[in-house]
């Protein structure tokens, strides 16, 4: 009896000292706490696994893991926790907005939009979900979102330039270029954002606030070639400013010595601009190529006439219409002779 008395009083004495898997979670998860504090993100996460083995449904430990996982850019990992609490707690709005974030850098549109607008916490709902709608090609929900966002924070370069995008893709450019010029203006780094503006401004046949902005694109770095060149020549041309414009397109031609379109658009908006020592230039190279070329032939006619030799310009252009008949209806018409 003594030594069955002697069990007893030692088995309770060990139970005094079991510790209950809450118990464990709790401990552990202090632990985690203790390192994520300390910045030692990997043994806070690996404290926060451990009690979450004690706890399957301890909610702040996957939460404060999926803390820690970001801090260490593991971001299947966070989302995995943060997802884990949102199926606990459907609710939990700390979930809920690291959640929206996610989704959003992970492209998942649909995700971001559905998780935005349950984020109740959220400050940059309406960028969320305008720009989402915009990679969507949803562009009108898209306007509607982020002209809220630019509102809110009109200093957001990215969600400003977006909405520029909206109102490009939705073919309101009038609407568009403002936006352009404040995404520019609050971000003047990004240059291919400037390129966009100058191909705009060249649209709306604003030619010299398209040299400007491609001279400024230029600055910032951005990485010409021969389709930027000869858009800014051609915008040099238009402004007046003749001997960069041929400078920058002559260049091209010598690299496409067999492009004729070049040279007779050069031809045609010299002879538009009334520069027509300048155009007759440009006739007389394209008939150096083709000495059949009746549109070059014409216009060159056309150049006397305007510079005070009716006469030969108009022998020039009745020979030009001998080599091709569909030229004699520019005698009463528009001289532009892009159309034949």
Do not use: H
Not at 203 to 215: P, Q, Y
Request: charged share 30%; proline share 2%.
């Amino acid at each position: 009896m003594k030594n069955l008395l002697s069990f007893i009083a030692l088995f309770g004495a060990f139970q005094s000292f079991a510790v209950s898997p809450g118990d464990s979670a709790r401990f552990y998860y202090n632990k985690g706490l203790e390192e994520k504090t300390a910045r030692r993100f990997l043994v806070a996460s690996q404290n926060f696994e451990k009690a979450i083995e004690f706890d399957k449904a301890f909610t702040d430990a996957y939460l404060e893991n999926g803390y820690a996982n970001l801090e260490m850019r593991k971001t299947d990992q966070a989302k995995a926790n943060f997802t884990k609490v949102y199926e606990l707690q459907p609710s939990n709005t700390a979930s809920i907005k690291e959640l929206t974030n996610l989704y959003f850098d992970y492209r998942q549109w649909d995700k971001a939009i559905e998780f935005a607008n349950k984020c109740k916490d959220c400050t940059n709902s309406d960028r969320i979900i305008g720009m989402a709608n915009y990679q969507k090609e949803e562009y009108v929900q898209a306007e509607k979102y982020l002209t809220k966002a630019v509102a809110k924070d009109p200093k957001d370069a990215q969600a400003t330039y977006t909405l520029a995008r909206a109102y490009l893709d939705m073919e309101e450019y009038t609407k568009s270029v403002p936006w352009f010029e404040k995404a520019v203006a609050l971000d003047p780094s990004r240059s291919a954002w400037m390129n966009e503006l100058g191909l705009l401004y060249y649209t709306n046949n604003d030619f010299k606030g398209a040299v400007r902005i491609w001279e400024k694109a230029k600055d910032a770095g951005f990485q010409t070639g021969n389709d930027f060149n000869e858009n800014l020549g051609y915008a040099y041309l238009y402004s007046g400013n003749y001997e960069k414009g041929e400078t920058l397109l002559t260049n091209i031609l010598a690299k496409k010595p067999g492009n004729k379109t070049i040279l007779r658009d050069i031809a045609q908006i010299l002879y538009d601009q009334k520069q027509y020592d300048r155009s007759l230039d440009y006739c007389q190279k394209l008939m150096e190529k083709d000495p059949k070329d009746a549109l070059a032939l014409y216009q060159a006619g056309l150049c006397f006439q305007k510079l005070g030799k009716k006469d030969k310009g108009q022998a020039m252009c009745d020979q030009a219409i001998e080599m091709n008949p569909a030229l004699a209806s520019k005698r009463t018409k528009s001289m532009d002779l892009g159309a034949l």
